[in-house]
Each structure stands twice: as C-alpha cells, then as structure tokens.
C-alpha cells in the first residue's frame, strides 16, 4: 500500500470516528493524513470541524486556515475563521471575516446570521437587527438568525422578545444547544421564576449530564429558597464532575447562606485546590474569616481575590462591598474602578464607585460618579440621595436640597429622604437665624 493510499485509509477511518463522537481518535487519523499529504484543503477542514467539538478553537482556526491558504475563499471555511475568531474574543476581525464572506457572494446567508451576535457582542445592537432583517431575505425561518437576535435582545434588557425569538429557535429546530437554558435565564431575570425552573429542568432532561445547567438551576433554587433542592443539585454536579471547581463553590456558598461555615469552608479549599484562581473562593473564605472575627485573615482573602482581577460585575460589586466593611477603603475603590472600566453599563458600579469616593473625601470625583450613574439611569434616587448627601458635606445646601426635592418627586415615602430633608431644613432655619442676628448685631453698631 503507497502512502497515498494510506492517508486515504486514515481518512475514512477519522469519518468513522467522527461519527462515533469519538473526537480524539478522529484528530489522530486525520492528522496522519495530513502529514501524508498536506495539499488537501477538505481534509485541513475537516480537522478543523474535529478541533471544534474537542474546544480547542485556536488550534482550529490554524486549520481552516491552512484549508483556505490551499483553496482561498471558500466560503465555509472562511464562515468557520469567522466563528472561531469570534469564539477566541476577536469580535472585529470576526465581523471583518463575514463582510469578506458578502464581497465573494452577497446570497450566502451564514455571514449575516453570524454577524448578529457578534454585532450584539460589540454592543452595536442596531446593526444586529440590520444583519437579522437581510439574513432573511436569503433564508426566512433560520432557527441559528432566531437564536442570535434572541441574544441581542436579551443583552439590551428586552427579555420578553429575546423569548420569543428563542421559542422560534425552538420550533425551527427543536432543542439543540442551550436554548431551553437561554430561556430559563431570561425568566429568571423577569423574575418568574417557576418558568425559569421548568426550562432548566427541560434543559437537563435533553441533557442529563450536563453540569453548568445543574449549578444554574441550584442557584436560582437558591434565590427561590428552595435550599433543600438546591443542595442536591450541587451535590450531583460534584458527583458528576469531581475535577471541575464550580460545583465545590456555589455548594460552598448554599452552606455558608445555611451557617455551616466549616463545611463551607472545606468546599471553598475544594475549590481552590482543583484552581487556585478560580472567582469567588477566596471571597467566600473571607466572608468566614469575616463572621469569625478574623479581619487579618479576612481582609488578607478579599485583597487575594481582587489580585485575581475578576470580570464578574456581580462579584465585583459584593467584593466591593467587603473591603469597605473590612475598613480597605482603598482596595475597595480599586475594585469599583476596575468594574466600571470593564463595565461602563453598571449604574450599581457608578454608585458604589461614588460611596467609596466619598469615604475617602474624594467628593468632586464621587460626585462625577453620581452624575454618571445618573446619566445612565436619570430616574435613580440613590444617586439623587447621594448626591445631596455630598453637597451637603461640602455646605453647598441649596444644592443638597435641589437634588433630595428631586428625589422626593420620585419617592415620597423614603424614610432617609425624609430625613435628609428634615435636617436640610433645620440646617437652612440655623442660617437664616444666625444671618438675622448678625445684620441686627451690625444695625445696634452702626447706632
């Protein structure tokens, strides 16, 4: 048998393999073809469609490219850079790869398809609804267009759309992906969450082994205090994944919520055993050293965890919040500054941001970050509180008292509003009386 003959065999026997889902034996066989012969662009496609199912999306960007150096601008491995460089973060250049996609030929609908969710990604939601409207002029009932905009929509807060572009994902195609996961989650958002329950659980049926949708759906038993369930479900995904650190945290952070520090405390070190970085451990370790007493040890955690640079904006806000009960003013406007760079979105971050700069007497930088939050979100009465707040530490009353009427207009029942504007009051009454008795003093004088 010639070496020819030998890659071909090798071929058919990675097909096999692909077939079977067996994705590394497949790889195997296919890279021995290539090395056989490496002037076939199918096969460096092929490899590239294996790398895919096995996650490892840079190695399968080398192939496609490899694929198109041999057969340039062929449009589905061209789709497939496109999606792989979106998959490893490089939006623009994925975006830059579907445009090239429309030049060769403006029909071939997958390069709209693809560019709405890297669209939505970037922010730019209203091109996303472009790309959507002009994908199906070529292809009305893509379920993969549905999907996308449904992910658009979700990202901009419209939850009840995003639903139902992903209940017609689901009728075009049934339940691939995380569909039913995606649905779930945009209930949960909306608050109802016994439809978000049913979807998780939906998800976990098609998928029974899937661990991610355990621990969602632990948590949101979590936020529906159901602790019981929650903890059974945090128990198979440890069960079910004793190598993977999320399961040891989030049922770590169920016993903490429970009292059961010391066993919280054996799950947090679970965690960070399996990765010392993983996001929150070393938080939930200081949350224990904090109940306990402990500051040293507490605020020695919380600073650990920073020093990790988490992206999570919930994470952040919470970690915030600790260092600012640990007395780590400091660290704590570290954190809030490093969230809202990442997150400029984050009126909570905004807010939180001024608070730690108005603890540390930074007052005009705190109150940019309240007229920030403000623009964000023009309705926000702990923006307006704070920001009366601030100008009255500064003695700027009349200002104070603008912005506390302001707030009043949108709530009239707030007890600290009614407060503040009480002492605002009493302050103002202080002036006008001390101003009457000095121009009397002056009149007695002049006399």
């Known amino acids: 048998m010639n070496d020819w003959s030998d890659a071909e065999r090798r071929v058919e026997k990675a097909q096999q393999f692909f077939e079977q889902r067996k994705w ?26 294996i790398l895919d199912e096995l996650g490892r999306f840079e190695e399968a960007l080398d192939a496609y490219r490899q694929a198109d150096a041999i057969d340039p601008n062929d449009l589905h491995t061209l789709n497939h850079i496109g999606v792989d460089l979106f998959r490893t973060g490089r939006l623009d250049k994925a975006i830059e790869t579907f445009v090239q996609i429309e030049r060769i030929d403006p029909s071939f609908e997958p390069s709209y398809c693809n560019r709405i969710i890297a ?25 993969h267009c549905y999907y996308n905009m449904g992910c658009s929509l979700d990202l901009r807060g419209l939850y009840d759309k995003a639903i139902h572009c992903w209940m017609r994902s689901l009728d075009l195609q049934g339940a691939q992906g995380d569909v039913h996961v995606r649905i779930g989650h945009a209930y949960r958002k ?25 621990l969602d759906l632990g948590e949101l038993l979590v936020t529906m205090g159901w602790l019981p369930e929650a903890d059974e479900k945090f128990r198979r995904a440890i069960e079910l994944a004793p190598n993977e650190p999320g399961g040891y ?13 010391d066993d919280a405390a054996i799950a947090f070190s679970a965690a960070l055993r399996l990765d010392p970085t993983f996001p929150g451990a070393h938080m939930g370790l200081g949350r224990i050293s904090f109940r306990r007493g402990d500051l040293g040890a507490a605020r020695s955690r919380f600073r650990a965890e920073l020093q990790l640079r988490p992206d999570q904006p919930k994470l952040l806000l ?14 704590a406007l570290a954190c809030l500054k490093w969230l809202v760079a990442m997150n400029p979105r984050e009126v909570n971050g905004w807010l939180n941001l001024a608070v730690a700069q108005f603890t540390r007497g930074h007052y005009s ?8 939050a403000l623009a964000k979100d023009p309705g926000n009465v702990t923006a307006m ?22 707030a009043r207009r949108r709530d009239s029942r707030d007890i600290a509003l009614q407060r503040l504007e009480f002492r605002l009051h009493v302050i103002g009454l202080k002036r006008r009386v001390q101003t009457s008795i000095r121009r009397y003093a002056r009149w007695m004088k002049i006399w």
Request: hydrophobic share 35%; net charge neutral; charged share 25%.
């Open 365 to 372: 930088e705190g109150i940019t970050s309240c007229m920030t």
């Open 249 to 261: 945290y989030h049922h770590g952070r169920l016993l903490l919520r429970m009292g059961r520090d």
């Open 190 to 214: 909306k608050g109802d969450f016994e439809r978000a329950r049913r979807h998780l659980l939906t998800d976990l049926r098609l998928n029974p082994g899937r661990t991610q949708t355990l």
């Open 24 to 49: 590394s034996e497949a790889l195997r066989e296919i890279r021995l073809a290539t090395n056989i012969n490496p002037y076939n662009s199918i096969w460096f496609f092929n490899m590239g469609l």
């Open 385 to 406: 509180y704070n920001l009366g707040l601030a100008h009255e530490r500064l003695g700027q009353h009349g200002a104070a008292m603008e912005w506390v009427r302001q």
């Open 119 to 143: 669209y939505a990604q970037r922010g730019d939601h209203e091109l996303a609804e472009e790309m959507f409207y002009t994908a199906r002029l070529y292809k009305e009932n893509c379920p």
């Open 318 to 331: 919470e970690l915030a919040n600790l260092l600012m009960d640990t007395g780590e003013s400091r660290a």
